[in-house]
């Protein structure tokens, strides 16, 4: 959970506007572009590679360009209109959402060959019964079975559509860390939930 909850972080940052900079889209939010960082005994990440970021609202991206986003992290809307947004990346990071839970990567072969994404094999079973089966089996049973249908309902919302119906990254993190405050805590603090160290998450 402290993983998901720093990546969110970081895109909370990357889009932030409070300081009058203009926003950051990542573009390539996606599993290998995610370092663990093990420093100090603890388990949490870094976002690394701008290399296809933007800066601004949103921006039309030339044909010429290389597409932003990795296969099956890719926000379909990008791909139809040619427009990345904050909204792309809070796309991206429900693929990661999706990838986190059920340990299936994003894009995978098909039965016919091609390229099947993780969001068309397992959304229509998230949202008809939950994650229950969905679940990465080499957790066996260490696992938050509440936590993991939290998450996955935040994942569910992030891939909505149409990018007006996806919360911003500050919305997701929020989320993350209200529902996953407990699990984070234990990762930072051992066993002793400390309240002053929760209010700092959210």
Same mark, same amino acid.
């Given at each position: 959970?402290?993983?998901?909850?720093?990546?969110?972080?970081?895109?909370e940052h990357l889009?932030?506007?409070?300081?009058g900079a203009?926003p950051?889209?990542?573009?390539?939010?996606?599993?290998s572009n995610?370092l663990?960082d093990?420093?100090?005994?603890?388990s949490?990440?870094?976002?690394?590679?701008?290399g296809?970021?933007?800066?601004?609202?949103?921006a /039309?991206?030339?044909?010429?360009?290389?597409a932003?986003?990795s296969?099956?992290?890719?926000d379909p809307?990008?791909?139809?209109?040619g427009?990345?947004s904050?909204? +792309?990346?809070?796309y991206?990071?429900?693929v990661?959402?999706?990838? /986190?839970?059920?340990g299936?990567?994003?894009?995978?072969?098909?039965?016919?060959?091609g390229?099947?994404?993780l969001?068309?094999r397992?959304?229509?079973?998230?949202r008809?019964q939950g994650?229950e089966?969905?679940?990465d089996? +080499?957790?066996?049973?260490?696992?938050?079975v509440?936590?993991?249908g939290?998450?996955?309902?935040? /994942?569910?919302?992030?891939?909505?559509a149409?990018?007006?119906l996806?919360p911003?990254?500050e919305?997701v993190r929020?989320a993350?860390?209200?529902?996953a405050a407990?699990?984070?805590?234990r990762a930072?603090?051992g066993?002793?939930?400390?309240l002053?160290?929760?209010?700092?998450l959210?």
């Amino acid at each position: 959970m402290r993983i998901v909850h720093d990546v969110a972080s970081a895109l909370e940052h990357l889009h932030d506007t409070s300081s009058g900079a203009p926003p950051v889209v990542h573009g390539d939010v996606s599993a290998s572009n995610v370092l663990l960082d093990g420093g100090g005994g603890g388990s949490g990440s870094r976002l690394c590679d701008l290399g296809s970021s933007c800066e601004g609202f949103s921006a /039309a991206v030339a044909p010429s360009r290389a597409a932003v986003g990795s296969p099956g992290y890719a926000d379909p809307f990008f791909l139809r209109s040619g427009i990345v947004s904050k909204k +792309s990346d809070v796309y991206s990071f429900g693929v990661l959402l999706l990838e /986190a839970i059920t340990g299936l990567p994003a894009a995978a072969s098909g039965p016919d060959g091609g390229t099947a994404n993780l969001t068309a094999r397992v959304l229509p079973r998230v949202r008809k019964q939950g994650v229950e089966g969905l679940v990465d089996a +080499s957790l066996g049973d260490d696992y938050d079975v509440e936590e993991a249908g939290d998450l996955a309902i935040i /994942a569910v919302e992030c891939v909505a559509a149409q990018p007006g119906l996806r919360p911003t990254m500050e919305q997701v993190r929020a989320a993350i860390a209200e529902k996953a405050a407990r699990s984070i805590a234990r990762a930072d603090y051992g066993h002793h939930i400390q309240l002053s160290k929760l209010l700092e998450l959210t």
